[in-house]
């Protein structure tokens, strides 16, 4: 049976993006799959967040997920730091670890640049923490985005490391999972890349934006005057708000409006409201959800419970079997 395993760090509400390159996904593999879905805490700690501010931050998420439509009864959904096996086997991946490999990982470089007075070495051994994540279940899937990849790929060379020194066959090599196609990228609502938290308010819609701010954000959108040629090639900013249409219209209503671009009698303020309608109508349950969800403080507590559990018993299970093949006997 495939283990699939995958964790997002506690940094904020979830986006579009975030709910169709991941979250959807992720719902579908917990109906087929032995899933493992956590929050990364320990993985925030690089940045030193505010005590007060880290279960709420937690929990921010949690809801999020459970009412975009993981199911805790399916899926093992958990947070990392209930499951504090982890770090143990970080420092045995850390002792096969050379420093120069990390260095030369692509996300600590350009952190580095970013904020060159926070280079901790928690900063340094991210992809080491992010391995024992993945190995600590033996997992053989990992749905991750691109710029997960070389992450991913150093979990493969820390487990055959392990596996060649101990002279075992322990740690499966994880794989990205292959959905079949391309993986859906949400573009940002300015015609600059990919939706992302980092990339401005109004530029991101958000699982949880309110009615009037969802409809202000489409609203403003970035458009042109308009196509002037039959069969026009789309500039950016028009091809992103027809991806957007794509992920929430219906089909017949996007080839109406593909059909308007292409002779040329396209409004962009008529298909911006239709957009603005349509994300309201995806968006709307799952913000209702979220809303009930964050006042159950009783239920996410038991879910916290229940999936620190799960993933503990066998965290718990790896971690007495790696002591044993390092040589720790039990005395
Ligand atoms: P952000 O860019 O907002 O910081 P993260 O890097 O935390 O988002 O992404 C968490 C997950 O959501 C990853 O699996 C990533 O591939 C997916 N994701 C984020 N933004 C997008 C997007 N615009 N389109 C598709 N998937 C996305
Ligand atoms: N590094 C991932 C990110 O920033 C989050 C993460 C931590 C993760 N541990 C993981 C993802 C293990 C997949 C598997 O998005």
Redesign the pocket.
């Known amino acids: 049976m495939e283990v699939i ?5 506690p940094t904020g509400n979830l986006h579009l993006g975030n709910y169709f390159g991941a979250l959807k996904n992720y719902v579908s593999l917990q109906e087929l799959y032995d899933c493992y879905f ?1 929050i ?1 805490d320990y ?1 925030l700690l690089t940045t030193h967040p505010n005590p007060e501010d880290l279960l709420a931050n937690v929990k921010t998420i949690l809801c999020q997920y459970l009412a975009c439509g993981l199911n805790p009864e399916k899926a093992t959904i958990y947070v ?1 730091s209930s499951v504090p096996e982890v770090a143990e086997l970080y420092m045995y991946l850390n002792m096969l670890t050379y420093v120069g490999e990390l260095q030369r990982v692509a ?1 600590f470089k350009e952190k580095v640049r970013q904020n060159p007075n926070n280079v901790n070495a928690g900063l340094l051994t ?1 992809p080491t ?2 391995a024992a ?2 190995l600590l279940h033996r ?1 053989t899937k ?4 691109k ?2 990849q070389q ?2 790929e150093m979990t493969r060379d820390f487990a055959e490391r392990f596996n060649k020194m101990y002279k075992v066959d322990y740690f499966p090599l994880p794989q990205a999972f292959n959905f079949g196609n391309d993986l859906i990228k949400i573009p940002s609502l300015d015609g600059n890349g990919k939706m992302s938290k980092s990339y401005g308010e109004n530029a991101t819609i958000y699982l949880n934006d309110e009615p009037s701010v969802l409809k202000k954000k489409i609203m403003r959108a970035k458009t042109d005057s308009g196509p002037t040629e039959k069969n026009q090639a789309k500039p950016i900013e028009i091809e992103n708000l027809f991806a957007l249409m794509r992920s929430v219209s219906k089909p017949e209503i996007i080839e109406q409006f593909e059909d308007a671009y292409n002779d040329c009698s396209i409004r962009y303020g008529d298909m911006k409201k239709q957009l603005a309608e349509d994300m309201e109508n995806f968006v709307s349950p799952i913000r209702e959800r979220i809303k009930e969800l964050s006042s159950n403080e009783e239920y996410l507590n038991k879910v916290i419970r229940m999936g620190g559990e799960k993933a503990q018993a066998n965290a718990s299970k790896t971690i007495k079997e790696v002591r044993e093949i390092i040589g720790f006997k039990k005395l």
């Open positions: 395993l995958s964790g997002m760090r956590f990364a993985h990392q996300a991210y923490l992010m994540d993945i997992a990992v749905p991750v985005g710029d997960q992450h991913l």
